[in-house]
């Protein structure tokens, strides 16, 4: 049987044409038979396919003669993680809401956070007192963030721009802020949405929060399981890996995410094995109707 993978990287570089770029990433994919989603945009492109290992390497290669400045994660995983093949244009490879903001040319976002290895990032704690500061929204640090991170108060990604101009953060403009995130793509906006507002000293976890499991696992400044946006809702960097999450029901330990029973909420919250049993229980705590309760599954967030 033929080894299965996922893969994960992103772009920032112009898209001269990007429903050109869009028409042939959709023949690579469908010719290759892989799955998962992928977001094209002026500013570049945003990949998390999964399918067989030889068909993802070919993709890559392939891409990789459009995109230069491609840094490729590796993740277990197949293209039975993704439901079908999406291929799309949209103004923002990530919806802060500000397309206008964002300056890219050949080499990535200009005017960015300083790039920082897993390594750098230890050095620089050493050094410094330094804030960690979430990249995502708020439901995916519940199971897994930095040791003492701030975890803005977002629903979604475009909730961080009137997050950021809210003057909650004010305080920290003048101390070393890293950003983090699942592969790195939103800290490569964030922080130079950051910069922008007049936080003096931002960094980026480079690589995300994938690339630093991949060399520390949980033995490091991580702690917990990290959300991911596909089938499998959570991945692991060891045995080891700790559980922060509490269930909204009983507060017992939990990683694990479920949707709302009722068809017309869906909202993800945290469940423990014995309170998703009955999806009475499994549906918002504040108030969903009852009788709208049609049984719990686990349903990936939208990004």
Known sequence: MAIQRIVLFYAFAPVADPEA???????????????????I?????????????????QYVKATKEYFKQVDVKWSDGSADDFPRLSVKTRA????????????VDENGVVGGGKHLQPEELHELVAEKEVVFFD??????????????????DVSTTRDFIKELDSGKYDSLKDKPIVTYCTGGVRCEVLSSLMLNRGFSEVYQLDGGIVRYGEKFRDQGLWEGSLYV?????RMEFSPEAKTIGSCVRCSSATS?????????????SLYCADCAKDAENVRCPEGCEPQA?????????SR
């Open 41 to 57: 945009s002026k500013d570049g492109i945003n990949v998390t396919l999964g399918g067989e290992l030889g068909a993802l390497k």
């Open 229 to 233: 946006f596909d089938q499998r809702m």
């Open 92 to 103: 923002e490879i990530v919806s802060f809401g500000a397309p206008g903001e964002l300056e």
């Open 135 to 152: 990249g995502r929204n708020a439901f995916e640090a519940a199971i897994g963030k930095f040791k003492n991170a701030v975890v803005p």
């Open 293 to 301: 309760a049609e049984g719990s599954e686990r349903v990936p967030a």
């Open 256 to 268: 694990d995410f479920y949707n709302c029973s009722n068809l017309s909420c869906r909202t993800l």
């Open 21 to 39: 770029v869009r028409l042939w990433q959709r023949s690579l994919c469908e010719q290759h038979g892989l799955r998962g989603r992928i977001l």
